[in-house]
Nanobody, 122 residues
Framework: QVQLVESGGGLVQAGGSLRLSCAASGRTFSRYTMGWFRQAPGKERELVASVSWIGGKISYADSVKGRFIISRDNAKNTVYLQMNSLKPEDTGIYYC???????????????WGQGTQVTVSS
């Protein structure tokens, strides 16, 4: 099982950009579908973007389409989330997660990072 560590969060003004990174330990990273979730204060955790382990299928939440880009580098055991044109509503704790499946649909035995705070000021 992999272990995940996020980095790259911080405070940014609306319209700015941030790049989150999630470094994974373990030899089986390439077999994990990877995703970024976020949780805003008082709201449920939501899937923002994911990239499958096979075929590299990418999905985005409607709220971030055209602004966020997820990518993975299996050679570096790392998944990234490039966040552009940030809005105050993007504020929240961003979590990296992995699942040994084709997608995050439904329930699964997920691996989670500790989370990184992203704050977008207006």
């Amino acid at each position: 099982q992999v272990q995940l560590v996020e980095s790259g969060g911080g405070l940014v003004q609306a319209g700015g950009s941030l790049r989150l990174s999630c470094a994974a330990s373990g030899r089986t990273f390439s077999r994990y579908t990877m995703g970024w979730f976020r949780q805003a204060p008082g709201k449920e955790r939501e899937l923002v973007a994911s990239v499958s382990w096979i075929g590299g299928k990418i999905s985005y939440a409607d709220s971030v389409k055209g602004r966020f880009i997820i990518s993975r580098d299996n050679a570096k055991n790392t998944v990234y989330l490039q966040m552009n044109s940030l809005k105050p509503e993007d504020t929240g704790i961003y979590y990296c997660a992995g699942r040994l499946s084709i997608s995050f649909y439904g329930t699964g035995d997920d691996v989670w990072g500790q989370g990184t705070q992203v704050t977008v000021s207006s």
